[in-house]
């Protein structure tokens, strides 16, 4: 979620096709992802936007140490 202190106007948000190339996903993994909750986006109209701190926190939760 996003930190109440942070001016909405500041927020950049990303289209589901920026997230899947950024994390080198299919799209349909970042829709499969927003509808299960583990990455947070906000729905406008018929489209999601994803808010960049949003996928910042979802890569860091979700480091794997090996070993």
Request: a positive charge.
């Amino acid at each position: 979620m996003s930190d109440p202190v942070t001016p909405l106007g500041t927020v950049r948000f990303l289209k589901v096709a920026e997230v899947a190339a950024a994390l080198r996903v299919s799209r349909m993994s970042v829709y499969r992802l927003i509808h299960s909750g583990d990455l947070e986006a906000v729905r406008f109209g018929r489209n999601f936007r994803v808010p960049e701190h949003a996928v910042n926190a979802y890569l860091r939760e979700s480091f794997y140490h090996a070993g």
